[in-house]
């Protein structure tokens, strides 16, 4: 008697039938990151455009664009540095999947996909082929760098290392994704192989090695996590209920959003907030703390305000996503958007604070006038809620050109 399984008739049918699926599957992963595709790529033309004004070449653009990982091969540099500068892009990668790990994971569709006949090799090559598709402005990135690494005769070493960075990265996302944190051990282990031998006489062979275990960390198939234990029921003591009310509640909610559900996102914006206010006070500094600086943290102050923007769609999505059950309470509507603004504040408030503090302290403008600015970038963060929600294709132009208005309109005001 014939096996089902051994039957060429059922593997020919099984096979027809899973490669339409497939592509279905593709589909939605194209569809459901196509949205944050575009805000993306739409940051990048923006950014483009700025350079473009003023009077960048095209190769300066490639320059500008692949300086992060330019930097990395600067001979004047150290092991440590080096190895502490690739642990630096691995946690951007990493911020940059987990802040969209659902539109990457497939949503809602993935409870109707894991009952179907996929192999395992088949989840990995699409889930590897969707997030290459969301890394697509970070590789416009890699593709300079290697551009020009080739155009400027670099040596074979060099090469191997941006490889190896792209493909830490990688191995370093899908743990996210998969939450296997216990991956990072070796992706650390890597960096710290290739930063190490970087400029010597085996860098070309260390960075061969970690290449091929990376790229085999990305094909192979993974070990089986064991599985944890179901914890009792009791085993939580139970707490007293918060003091604070229905207002300390609700905000609650909204803060609950930000750092549970929202991490990947809130780890993000504070990662390019810190890197913006890192920026300015390096140029403040490099102009010798020059009283005419202000402007420049000024910008600076709009531009952690107009990163921290993005947070407001991601807690709308959620308040609307529990409307079914919040529809049915006693509460005003949109309730939510006094909180959503004081959580949001209270995330940006530290940055903008740094940037005041050293403007205070280096005496670029009155006391009044910093106090005044730190007051009307608050401010601005809290009218950046609209662009945000209105037009969710156009989100990031909106965004900038009413944030480039409003700075403009303090600084005339204040100097």
């Known amino acids: 008697m014939t096996k089902v399984a051994d039957n060429p008739a059922t593997r020919s049918q099984e096979t027809a039938i899973r490669s339409p699926l497939l592509r279905l599957r593709l589909r939605w992963y194209a569809v459901s990151t196509a949205r944050l595709l575009l805000r993306r790529w739409q940051a990048v033309t923006l950014a483009a455009g700025v350079l473009a004004s003023a009077n960048a070449s095209a190769f300066g653009n490639l320059d500008t664009l692949a300086r992060p990982l330019l930097t990395l091969l600067t001979p004047g540099h150290g092991a440590p540095w080096r190895i502490g500068y690739l642990l630096g892009l691995q946690a951007l990668a990493a911020a940059w999947a987990a802040m969209q ?26 889930d590897l082929a969707v997030l290459l598709l969301a890394d697509s402005p970070l590789l416009v990135v890699a593709a300079s760098a290697f ?31 998969e939450r296997r944190f216990g991956a990072w051990a070796g992706v650390a282990m890597g960096a710290l192989l290739a930063g190490a031998a970087f400029g010597t006489a085996l860098a070309l062979a260390a960075s061969v090695v970690v290449g ?20 009792s029921p009791h085993t939580r003591r139970a707490r007293p209920p918060a003091l604070g009310g229905r207002h300390g509640a609700a905000l609650q909610i909204s803060l609950a959003v ?66 079914g059950f919040a529809g049915a309470l006693p509460v005003a509507k949109n309730w939510w958007r006094p909180f959503d603004l004081a959580a949001v504040l209270a995330a940006a408030l530290p940055f903008l604070g740094a940037l005041t503090a050293f403007a205070w302290a280096i005496g670029a403008a009155a006391p009044a ?47």
Not at 106 to 111: D, I, K, L, S, V
Not at 149 to 171: F, K, T, W, Y
Not at 273 to 300: E, K, N, Q
């Open 258 to 323: 930000l750092l549970r559900e929202r991490r990947g996102d809130l780890v993000a914006k504070g990662l390019t907030a810190a890197a913006i206010v890192a920026a300015a006070i390096g140029l403040v500094t490099l102009f010798d703390h020059d009283a005419r600086s202000f402007p420049t943290l000024l910008l600076a102050e709009a531009c952690c305000a107009l990163a921290f923007s993005g947070l407001f769609r991601g807690l709308h999505q959620a308040h609307c996503g529990s409307m």
């Open 212 to 231: 091929t275990a990376a790229a085999g960390a990305l094909v192979l198939p993974p070990r089986p996590r064991a599985q944890r234990r179901a914890r």
């Open 147 to 177: 551009g020009l690494a080739a155009g400027r005769g670099a040596p074979a070493a060099h090469a191997m290392l941006l490889c190896d960075v792209v493909l830490l990265a990688l191995v370093t996302q899908r743990a996210v994704l």
């Open 101 to 126: 790990r659902d539109q990457i994971a497939g949503g809602p569709f993935m409870a109707f996909a894991a009952s179907l006949p996929f192999t395992p090799r088949e989840r990995r090559r699409v």
């Open 369 to 415: 006038q910093v106090l005044v600015a730190l007051a009307s970038n608050a401010v601005l963060l809290c009218a950046l809620r609209a662009p945000q929600l209105i037009s969710e294709r156009h989100a990031v132009v909106l965004a900038t050109v009413v944030a480039g208005c409003w700075t403009a309109a303090t600084i005339a005001c204040l100097l």
